[in-house]
């Protein structure tokens, strides 16, 4: 069927609301709205509960049904679905005078609608059966009815602009612009194509479809920023609603507002040290950690955790997964950081950290779950990648040990611990770590025996800079997030002075590998299980 063809003339730019048609799920400054529109005169169109609502609050109200001459039938499932509604918002005022005259259709001005709350009901963990009853049918055909004739209707699908709205009627004696009725009509499009999204994406995980024919992506703006990866470079975060703990969650305590790179990077420092069962720090530079470390205070953390590499520490994010407490907050305010982020901040810490005016805390109350399922997106030309979130885990129990000596407790505890930082550093990813921490970090290099060297001699910066007598490296272990293709990786590490290694393997040169190893006297057991992270 093809569309008609338009034969009408220049939209006007003030339009006088006379009448209104109110259904909202949402009653937020729904009473306000109703006064203000009746002490215009508007005559005041609704349903159910906002009729009620309205009525009791002495707004006066006209119940759909009475303006339709049909009641409400199906349950509540047809209500507005009728000519006298749709056609009183589809109407032209300039070519379907006639049509409207004809039928006794009177025009509706405005529209205030917000949908039932299906993305709630679902986010409750409601029955399938009170998930579809709550998928809004009349709402979303008002929505865009009311959006596709913005030229004579004025469309809010959202509290938050009748405000915007009853600026306009008082500053235009009733009327509303052209230009707000744009913008709302744009709004209303993204609202119904974010609850259709919502509907889909909730049946497809029902069904079982990981990857569904067709994927609609939606978020809600949360911030427009100064400026994206670079100040040429316009950008904004948006936020979809996921309830997992993190920057898009997080009640910002203090400090400036949070860059694109600040959003980046905060979210890449959190997700790492949620990994961590004992008290951890994460210092993040860039997406990559340049310190991580557990131990039995956030204190103890966060001091190995620098020790690793000071100099990239400076203007880091610093991610930490308990209570932040004031003596780790007094450590932590003599480094200049962007970002702190914590599930929480005993008070005295607050106090301590208010006096870094500058410095941005976020407060998330829980840490995000390593093991949670979620998607990722990837953006190329013309499209982009899918995929599950990586939350694979290593079992101890399923390590395979491929030398001739196997690794000792202490040995297997930091293989484990540097093999989950691996997963948070850009490949190609070496990472040396001893007693829990990690003491020398190699990231994003092409080649694999280029990132164990930059690690090593890193390590022994830090040791310099820290008085000590040798490269932290020394007597260390050291995880590769893939296999090394070459000995020559596992022998830069060898030379950096580590007894253990943990990697992936499945290397056609698996057996040279393991041969070096052997000849080094080292440890090396393999996952099976890679942590590529581009």
């Given amino acids: 069927m093809s569309p008609p063809k338009a034969n009408h003339g220049p939209a006007p730019d003030k339009v006088r609301i006379t009448r209104a048609l109110i259904s909202v799920s949402d009653k937020a400054g729904l009473v306000e709205l109703g006064k203000a529109l009746a002490a215009r005169g508007v005559e005041i169109l609704s349903t159910g509960g906002s009729a009620q609502r309205l009525a009791e609050a002495g707004v006066p109200v006209k119940e759909v049904s009475d303006h339709t001459g049909f009641p409400e039938i199906m349950?509540?499932?047809?209500?507005?679905?009728?000519?006298?509604?749709?056609?009183?918002?589809?109407?032209?005022?300039?070519?379907?005078?006639?049509?409207?005259?004809e039928h006794d259709i009177p025009p509706i001005d405005l529209v205030v609608v917000n949908l039932y709350p299906f993305?709630?009901?679902?986010?409750?963990?409601?029955?399938?059966?009170?998930?579809?009853?709550?998928?809004?049918?009349?709402?979303?055909?008002?929505?865009?009815?009311?959006?596709?004739?913005?030229?004579?209707?004025?469309?809010?699908?959202?509290?938050?602009?009748?405000?915007?709205?009853?600026?306009?009627l008082a500053t235009n004696d009733g009327c509303t612009t052209l230009a707000l009725r744009r913008r709302l009509a744009q709004r209303a499009y993204a609202r119904t194509a974010a609850y259709d999204a919502a509907i889909s994406t909730w049946l497809a995980g029902r069904l079982g479809e990981t990857f569904p024919p067709r994927v609609t992506l939606s978020g809600s703006l949360a911030q427009t920023l100064r400026y994206g990866e670079n100040p040429h470079q316009q950008a904004a975060f948006y936020v979809t609603g996921e309830a997992r703990?993190?920057?898009?969650?997080?009640?910002?305590?203090?400090?400036?507002?949070?860059?694109?790179?600040?959003?980046?990077?905060?979210?890449?420092?959190?997700?790492?040290?949620a990994e961590f069962e004992q008290p951890a720090v994460a210092i993040i530079k860039h997406a990559n950690p340049c310190g991580v470390a557990q131990g039995s205070s956030i204190l103890e953390a966060y001091k190995a955790a620098l020790l690793c590499d000071p100099v990239s520490a400076f203007g880091g994010i610093i991610a930490v997964n308990r209570t932040l407490d004031a003596e780790t907050a007094e450590e932590i305010s003599k480094l200049f950081a962007e970002v702190v982020i914590a599930p929480e901040a005993d008070e005295a810490a607050r106090a301590v950290l208010a006096t870094k005016k500058n410095l941005r805390v976020l407060l998330t109350r829980d840490?995000?779950?390593?093991?949670?399922?979620?998607?990722?997106?990837?953006?190329?030309?013309?499209?982009?990648?899918?995929?599950?979130?990586d939350s694979g885990r290593v079992d101890p129990a399923g390590l395979k040990v491929v030398t001739k000596r196997a690794p000792t407790a202490q040995e297997l505890a930091d293989l484990l611990f540097a093999f989950r930082v691996a997963k948070h550093v850009k490949s190609n990813a070496i990472v040396y770590a001893r007693n829990g921490a990690t003491v020398g970090v190699?990231?994003?290099?092409?080649?694999?025996?280029?990132?164990?060297?930059?690690?090593?001699?890193?390590s022994g910066e830090a040791a310099k800079a820290a008085g000590l007598p040798e490269p932290l490296t020394k007597g260390s272990v050291v995880a590769s997030d893939a296999f090394f293709p070459f000995a020559d990786g596992l022998l830069a590490a060898a030379e950096a002075g580590v007894t253990a290694v943990i990697q992936p393997g499945g290397s056609i040169r698996d057996n040279e590998v393991i041969a070096a190893a052997d000849e080094k006297g080292l440890a090396m057991v393999l996952t099976g299980m890679r942590h590529f992270r581009h």
């Fill in 75 to 101: 349950d509540g499932r047809v209500k507005t679905l009728h000519p006298r509604v749709h056609g009183g918002i589809l109407a032209r005022r300039d070519i379907h005078a006639a049509a409207m005259a």
């Fill in 119 to 168: 993305e709630a009901t679902v986010a409750k963990g409601a029955s399938y059966d009170d998930c579809v009853e709550n998928i809004d049918i009349g709402g979303p055909a008002m929505i865009r009815a009311a959006a596709k004739n913005h030229d004579f209707v004025t469309i809010v699908t959202e509290p938050s602009d009748y405000e915007a709205v009853m600026d306009e």
């Fill in 367 to 389: 840490l995000p779950d390593p093991a949670a399922p979620g998607m990722m997106i990837k953006h190329l030309s013309g499209g982009f990648l899918l995929q599950n979130r």
């Fill in 245 to 273: 703990p993190g920057v898009a969650t997080a009640v910002q305590l203090q400090g400036k507002e949070l860059s694109y790179n600040n959003l980046n990077d905060t979210d890449a420092a959190f997700e790492l040290v």
């Fill in 442 to 458: 190699g990231a994003g290099q092409m080649s694999r025996v280029d990132s164990a060297r930059i690690a090593a001699i890193k």
